[in-house]
């Protein structure tokens, strides 16, 4: 059984560049969270995906957004990138049943903004 | 006030020494608690899930709940060089159509051999 993957692993992008993540999840699993980690904190929850509708978000700006698609694959988008963005990006991906209840973590794509 | 507060660490221990990571939280909603475990540079790592008060076993870890107080902790016995990670306690955070995690900052618990 195929874990979260997540691409690329590391990714460098100046300030007001925009940028796409992806991941894709573990099988079987039809949720997609994304969360943000700065350097020595906690995840942070950005938003989630379900039924290719995004059905919750954090305190994220509208420049931060994202897609789901019918395998479940999901993309997270960042647009006018600032310094602050740089950190761990993270998806989690959850089994049917309650949304999002169990979450099973990719291992991240570290974004760089210069 | 964050939601959830953890010591960062980082906490250094001798090999086969019984670790202790704790985790406060302020809202009273939450019911569901579970223990991460992020090596470096990688993603964070179920290790256990529990609900409400009381004691779960797996293996050298235990998780224990209590409600009363707000208060989580992850014990591991016989601590080994490997567990050297971050361990982040999280919450499940309840919202109109799903669920997402509230972390905990997590501590770095470094085992010497």
């Known amino acids: 059984e195929t874990g979260v993957t997540q691409s690329p692993t590391h990714l460098i992008k100046t300030r007001g560049q925009q940028v796409t993540l992806r991941c894709s999840s573990q099988s079987g699993h039809n949720t997609v969270s994304w969360y943000q980690q700065a350097l020595g904190q906690g995840p942070q929850f950005i938003f989630q995906y379900y039924r290719e509708e995004e059905n919750g978000r954090g305190n994220f700006p509208p420049r931060f957004s994202g897609l789901q698609f019918p395998n479940y694959s999901s993309e997270l988008n960042v647009n006018a990138l600032e310094l602050d963005d740089s950190a761990l990006y993270l998806c989690?991906?959850?089994?049917?049943?309650?949304?999002?209840?169990?979450?099973?973590f990719g291992p991240g794509t570290r974004l760089t903004v210069l | 006030q964050k939601e959830v507060e953890q010591d960062p660490g980082p906490l250094s221990v001798p090999e086969g020494a019984i670790v202790s990571l704790n985790c406060t939280y302020s809202?009273?909603?939450?019911?569901?608690f579970m223990w991460y475990r992020q090596y470096s540079r990688k993603g964070p790592e179920l290790l256990m899930y529990t609900y409400s008060s009381g004691n779960k076993e797996d293996g050298r870890f235990t998780a224990q709940v209590d409600k009363s107080s707000k208060y989580i902790s992850l014990f591991i016995r016989d601590s080994q060089p490997s567990d050297s990670a971050t361990y982040l306690c999280?919450?499940?955070?309840?919202?109109?159509?799903?669920?997402?995690?509230?972390f905990g900052a997590g501590t770095i618990l470094r085992v010497k051999s």
């Open positions: 989690a991906s959850s089994p049917p049943g309650l949304v999002g209840d169990t979450q099973y």
């Open positions: 999280a919450m499940r955070a309840e919202f109109h159509k799903g669920n997402k995690l509230v």
């Open positions: 809202n009273s909603a939450f019911q569901y």
